[in-house]
């Protein structure tokens, strides 16, 4: 590993001058950040601990929303009452990521960032245009069956690792930052950007500028949510697909629905094709397939991959089918 | 020992500064060079330099008490471990597992993947547990460490450390500390009551052995207990 220095911060302003100033990054969990600097991929030359922050607190808005610090841990976050009761979805992703030892470190503001799971950006040995810009993608024409089938480039097709930012999809998060040039409110759904060809950058997110929390919508009552997570093992394994629902059913009729996908994209999936599928239509089998066939329809599978796109479309069918069902 | 050791020097040929007395065929040979004639390279500013701290090394069996070798870019760091209070000096890239066998010589606590894939590093913090690997020793000052060396109290084994023996809850014994560390820290947690919440529970720990039958035994028996 390489040396860095490091320093703590005790307000959002200072922490934000000190890594805007020193290029630095920020740790709080560490899980992603401090197993990528062992391995050379991530090499800052300054590392600001931000857990002395006062970042960690749920609470519930008075428009009835939910505001999440970027440091409550995802263990608190999946164990939280009103999370379990009114955002099941988010949850349910949560207790499906990582390890339990894992999930006590890493924070919500890190889950979001965190970095791909793919073998050739986590190995120096390699070209990747996401760690080295312009040195190739050796996953195009390498062993590519974990990597994206949506959003993918002639760049890059790693895909976003996170369960709980697809939950967050669903649930239209929104993210607050706090930059050197003041405070921002970005769309989740805007805050994540396809690799194009600039795969290096994999959001909004300006250097220096920190992720101070994030809100929820309250939902309608009568919504529905579930997250279903499909993988090599029953636990402890990344996504190769999943699906997030958030449902309204009314009459028979879908009223409202938000789906993402995580596991087959280059980022946390939401699915507008899928939704506009539903909404307005019967809760039925058809219906689920189609709208499983629309969320699929610009799927580009690589040599090992393809097996997601069915795998994808059986998981959104399965949690609309769950979630449909008469309470 | 605070100079790298040369895996080519005898440390008691060092002490003594006598050649070895036995004939040429039992000098060991590395390629063209025998050990003899690398140590005649070396001249004798070479041996020397090597040579004392390693003479000291053979007289001394216990560690040094004095202050430990300093580290370019190391800081003082306080660590409270087991309820004890630990003073060192690290370097900020030293993870609490490094700190902890590199350092402190609280050798329970076991280093496998090093990348928190595997739950050897379990330990607790403020009685949570987290995987010691991926974190760096430097950010838990003030935090209440809790190693496997700290669950046993006035000679007692802890009820989960009791259960592994019972059921055989190990083979070779490496994940062990790990595995007892988490199964400590999830009697506290919000996990259901059967065996299958158990193997999710406990799916941070690998045991390469294959133990995981008898370490889910082990487990629900410290918990029926810890309820009886």
Known sequence: ??????????????????????????????????????????????????????????????????????????????????????????????????????????????????????????????????????????????????HAVLGGSDHCVATHPSDMAVAMMALEATIHTRGSKGERTIALDEFYLVPGSTPDRENLLLPGELITHVTLPALASGTRSVYLKLRDRAQYEFALASSAVVINVSGGAVQRARIAFGGVGTKPWRSREAENALEGQPATSETFHRAAEAAMAGAKPLKYNAFKIELAKRALIRTLTETTQSA | MDQPKNPLLDTQEADTGKKPTTDQEREPTLGRFSRRSFLAQLGA??????????????????????????????????????????????????????????????????????????????????????NSCLSFAIMHQGDKITTIEGLAQNGQLSPVQQAFLDHDGFQCGYCTPGQIMSATALLHEPIGPDDNAVRAAMSGNICRCGAYNNIVAAVQQARARKTA
């Open chain 2, 45 to 130: 500013a070479g041996v020397a330099a090597t040579a004392s701290p390693l003479a000291h090394a053979t007289e001394t069996e216990a560690p040094e008490k004095e202050s430990p070798p300093r580290v370019p870019g190391a800081v003082p760091v306080t660590l409270n471990i087991n309820g004890k209070e630990y003073r060192v000096r690290l370097e900020p890239r030293v993870t609490l597992l490094d700190a902890l066998r590199d350092h402190l010589q609280l050798f329970g606590t076991k280093k496998g993947c090093d990348h928190g894939q595997c739950g050897a590093c379990t330990v607790h913090v403020n009685g949570r547990r987290v």
């Open chain 1, 1 to 146: 590993m390489q040396v860095f220095r490091y320093s703590q911060a005790h307000t959002v302003d200072a922490a934000v001058q000190n890594a805007a100033r020193s290029g630095g990054a920020f740790i709080a969990g560490g899980t992603t950040l401090v197993d990528l600097m062992k391995l050379n991929v991530l090499q800052p030359q300054s590392v600001v601990d931000i857990n002395g922050l006062p970042l960690d607190r749920i609470e519930t808005l008075p428009n009835g929303g939910l505001r999440i610090g970027a440091l409550v841990r995802n263990s608190d976050l999946a164990s939280n009452q009103t999370v379990q009761q009114q955002y099941a979805v988010l949850s349910q992703a949560l207790l499906s990521g990582a390890s339990p030892q894992l999930r006590n470190m890493a924070t919500t503001g890190g889950n979001l960032l965190q970095k791909t799971r793919c073998y050739y950006y986590r190995d120096t040995n390699y070209p990747c245009n996401k760690r080295q810009p312009g040195s190739g993608c050796a996953a195009l024409d390498g062993f590519n069956r974990i």
